[in-house]
C-alpha cells in the first residue's frame, strides 16, 4: 500500500495515499485497535454538521477567511453525502472526550479543502485541521455537541416506530375484545380476563414509554457549543457563540438553544443518562411483552397455544414442522443488549472529574447503537409478528371454562371458605366449578348462570348486587 508522510505535533506520520486522514487518525487506529467497530453514522453526521456550521459562523464573525471557510463547508457537503464514509476510521474505544474522533473529521475536511483549493493533501500551511475546521472549538464542546444532535437525529426514527407498534397493540386490543380467557396471576389460575385487555395494557405500557422518550427532547435541544475546553468559551467571540446556534438550527430543522451554563453542558452527562433510563424502559416493556407473547402462544399441543404467531421460518434443523417464536426471541435479546448498553451509560455518566467526561465516546456509541437496534426491532416486531397474531378462541373458551379462577367470581355471593372448598374439590375430581356449586346447592341456577355470564366476568362490579 503506497503511504505518504504526514506531521502532527508527535512528528511524523506515514498515512494510506489514498486517505484524508492525517497523522492523528492514522496514529488513533494504531493505537485502538479494539473493537473492529467504527463511529456510528449519525454521529459522523452530527459532527461533520458542527464543522460546516462553525465554519460559516466564524466566516460571519470575520475571524475565518472566506476562500478558506467555503472550501470547508463545502467539503462537509461532499461528506453529508456520504461521500468519505470510509475516511472515519476511529474505534468508539478511543483515547477520551472523543478527542481522535474530533481530529479524525478535521483531518478528512482539511484535506479535502486542500484539494478544492488546488493544494496537496497534508499541505497544513495553507489551511489547517486545528487552526481552520476546528476554529473556535474544543473537542469537548464538539462532542457533547454531536452526541445531542445524533441522538435528536436518531429519536425521530425510533419514536415512529414506537407508535407503529403502539397502534399495532391497539388494533389487537379491539378485534381481540370478545375473547374471553382466564386471566394467569403467579402463572397459576387467575380471574378472567379479556384478551383484547391484555393486549390493550401492552399498548399503554408502549406508550407510557413513548412519552418518556419524548420528555428528554428539551435536555437534548439544549447546546454547549461554544464553551470550548472547559466552558469558559476561551478562543471563541460571544457573536460565533449565537451564530453557530442559529447555524445548526437552520441547517439540522431542530430548535437548539444555547445552554443557559456552558459549564453544566460540557460536565454533566445527565441529558444522555435520562435518554439511556428511557430507552431502558422501553426495553424493558418490549422485552415483557415478547416474553408473554412467548408464553401465550406456547405449544402448539402442550403449551397454552391461546395466540397464534406468524411463522416466519423453520424452527428446528432436526424437529421437522416445529416453528418457534423468532421476533419475539429476537426482541428479547435486542433488550437484553439496550440494558447492557444502559449499564455502560451509566457508569461512563458517573466517571466524570471536574470539568469533563471523558468517557463521552462510550456514551456516545451505547446510546447510538441502543437507538439503532431498538428501532429496527420495533419495526421488524410490529411488522412480522404484532400485525399477523391471531387468537386461538377455542382454546382460550376451554381454559377459562377449566380454569379455577371462576371460584374467585363466586366467592362475594358464597364466601371466601366455601369458594375455597370448591376450588379445592375441583382439582381434586376433575369436575367443573359450576357443577359443583350446584350439586352443593350453594346458589340458584338462574343466578349462577346470570354471575357467570361473559359479559360480568371482566367488567367492575357484582351483577347480583348492583343498583
Not at 453514522?41 to 477567511?65: D, E, H, Q, S, Y
Not at 380476563?193 to 399498548?203: M, P, V
Request: net charge negative; aromatic share 4%; glycine share 8%.
Amino acid at each position: 500500500m503506497s503511504t505518504r508522510i504526514e506531521k502532527d505535533t508527535l512528528g511524523e506520520m506515514e498515512v494510506p495515499a489514498s486517505a484524508y486522514y492525517g497523522a492523528q487518525t492514522a496514529r488513533a487506529v494504531r493505537n485502538f485497535p479494539i473493537s473492529g467497530l467504527k463511529p456510528h453514522p449519525a454521529f459522523v453526521w452530527a459532527t461533520l454538521v458542527i464543522k460546516k456550521c462553525a465554519a460559516r459562523a466564524n466566516m460571519a464573525t470575520g475571524r475565518l477567511a472566506a476562500e478558506a471557510g467555503t472550501a470547508i463547508v463545502a467539503a462537509a457537503d461532499e461528506a453529508l453525502t456520504g461521500r468519505f464514509d470510509g475516511q472515519f476510521v476511529v474505534d468508539p474505544f478511543q483515547a477520551g472526550a472523543g478527542t481522535s474522533h474530533n481530529m479524525n473529521v478535521n483531518e478528512v475536511l482539511a484535506n479535502r479543502a486542500l484539494e478544492l483549493l488546488g493544494k496537496a493533501r497534508g499541505d497544513f500551511s495553507t489551511l489547517h485541521p486545528n487552526d481552520h475546521v476546528n476554529m473556535a472549538q474544543s473537542t469537548n464542546d464538539v462532542i457533547p455537541t454531536a452526541i445531542r444532535l445524533a441522538s435528536l437525529r436518531q429519536l425521530d426514527p425510533l419514536l415512529e416506530a414506537l407508535e407503529g407498534v403502539e397502534s399495532a397493540l391497539s388494533a389487537k386490543a379491539k378485534a381481540f375484545d370478545h375473547v374471553l380467557k382466564s386471566g394467569r396471576t403467579h402463572l397459576q389460575d387467575a380471574v378472567p380476563i379479556r384478551l383484547g385487555q391484555e393486549f390493550g395494557a401492552y399498548a399503554a405500557a408502549i406508550r407510557t414509554n413513548r412519552e418518556g422518550l419524548e420528555g428528554c427532547l428539551p435536555a437534548l435541544l439544549e447546546l454547549g457549543i461554544g464553551g470550548t475546553a472547559v466552558g469558559t468559551g476561551l478562543n471563541a467571540e460571544p457573536a460565533y457563540i449565537r451564530q453557530i446556534i442559529r447555524e445548526l438550527a437552520d441547517e439540522t430543522g431542530f430548535p437548539v438553544t444555547p445552554s443557559t451554563d456552558l459549564f453544566h453542558a460540557m460536565q454533566d452527562m445527565d441529558p444522555f443518562l435520562a435518554l439511556s433510563s428511557a430507552l431502558r424502559r422501553t426495553a424493558v416493556n418490549l422485552g415483557r411483552i415478547a416474553n408473554d407473547l412467548r408464553l401465550l402462544s406456547s405449544g402448539p399441543r402442550t403449551g397454552l397455544d391461546e395466540i397464534r404467531l406468524p411463522a416466519i421460518q423453520p424452527g428446528s434443523s432436526i424437529m421437522p414442522g416445529k416453528i418457534n417464536p423468532s421476533m419475539a426471541e429476537m426482541t428479547n435479546m435486542v433488550c437484553f443488549q439496550v440494558l447492557g448498553c444502559d449499564q455502560a451509560v451509566m457508569l461512563a455518566a458517573g466517571a466524570g472529574q471536574l470539568e469533563l467526561n471523558v468517557m463521552m465516546p462510550l456514551i456516545a456509541f451505547n446510546l447510538l447503537f441502543s437507538m439503532e437496534i431498538l428501532k429496527n426491532c420495533v419495526q421488524k416486531f410490529t411488522e412480522s409478528c404484532i400485525l399477523g397474531i391471531q387468537a386461538n378462541e377455542e382454546r382460550c373458551r376451554r381454559y377459562l371454562m377449566d380454569s379455577l379462577g371462576l371460584v374467585t367470581v363466586l366467592a362475594p355471593y358464597i364466601g371466601y371458605n366455601a369458594a375455597a372448598e370448591v376450588a379445592k374439590e375441583s382439582v381434586a375430581s376433575g369436575r367443573s366449578i359450576r357443577e359443583i356449586v350446584l350439586e352443593r346447592g350453594l346458589m340458584p341456577e338462574a343466578e349462577l348462570e346470570e354471575v357467570l355470564r361473559p359479559e360480568h366476568l371482566t367488567e367492575p362490579g357484582l351483577p347480583l348486587r348492583e343498583s
